[in-house]
């Protein structure tokens, strides 16, 4: 099977742009979930998809947003960007059935705000 | 609330040396728990994991328990390698209600480690 992937893997933006990150979900997996690390603040949850709407939301302001087709492939969206948005944004997906719930994680997008 | 604590690094060993890093964790309701490594450029991979108090989660000689009166889950090595270098997250997942959809971990700073030849 193949494993999560994520486009594209590096990007480099300017301040007060937006930019539009995707993720492919292992085969059969329903959730999707991402995650935000940087070196200050580690790994934070951004928000996490099944069946196409949003379940749980961490605490990110607005401008981070995301969606989740039918295929369950995900994208999130960061607009107006800041500085202190470059980070690397992990996308993690899992299959709902079983009780551990483990997350399987792609590659990462490294975004760079400049 | 849900945290994980572990303990702070770098963790710099010599090959064949024993492992131990530490990871505490605070849960509302019954969490499953996991230990993730990253190696440089990458993202995280599933170590090992373990669903209910008790459970023994191992695997690639790695091996952690999971305590519930100690609230605990170390991660230990008998004998480390170089190229198990690596930042290792230990991690919780809180599912409150059995086929709840709710997923997000709460990780813990990491710990680098450092294996020399």
């Known amino acids: 099977k193949a494993g999560v992937t994520q486009t594209p893997r590096y990007l480099i933006k300017t301040r007060g742009q937006q930019v539009t990150l995707s993720c492919s979900p292992i085969?059969?997996?329903?959730?999707v979930s991402w995650y935000q690390q940087t070196p200050g603040q580690g790994l934070q949850f951004l928000f996490e998809?099944?069946?196409?709407?949003?379940?749980n939301k961490g605490n990110f302001p607005g401008r981070f947003s995301g969606r989740q087709f039918s295929n369950s492939r995900s994208e999130m969206n960061v607009s107006t960007l800041e500085l202190g948005d470059s980070a690397l944004y992990l996308c993690?997906?899992?299959?709902?059935?079983?009780?551990?719930?483990?997350?399987?994680f792609g590659p990462g997008t490294r975004l760079t705000v400049t | 609330g849900n945290s994980v604590t572990q303990m702070e690094g770098p963790v710099t060993l010599s090959e064949e040396a024993f492992l131990t890093i530490n990871c505490t964790y605070t849960?509302?309701?019954?969490?499953?728990l996991f230990w993730y490594v990253q190696y440089p450029g990458e993202g995280l991979q599933l170590l090992l994991k373990?669903?209910?108090?008790?459970d023994k989660g191992s695997n690639k000689g790695f091996e952690a328990t999971y305590r519930k009166e100690t609230t605990s889950f170390h991660l230990e090595k008998g004998s480390v390698q170089v190229s198990d270098s690596a930042v290792y997250f230990c991690?919780?997942?809180?599912?409150?209600?059995?086929?709840?959809?709710?997923?997000?971990?709460?990780f813990g700073r990491g710990t680098q480690l450092t294996v020399w030849p």
């Open positions: 993690a997906s899992s299959s709902t059935s079983g009780i551990s719930y483990e997350q399987y």
């Open positions: 085969s059969g997996h329903r959730s």
């Open positions: 998809y099944f069946s196409e709407t949003q379940r």
């Open positions: 849960a509302t309701g019954y969490p499953s």
């Open positions: 373990a669903t209910k108090a008790d």
């Open positions: 991690a919780l997942s809180d599912r409150r209600n059995r086929g709840s959809t709710l997923g997000r971990l709460y």
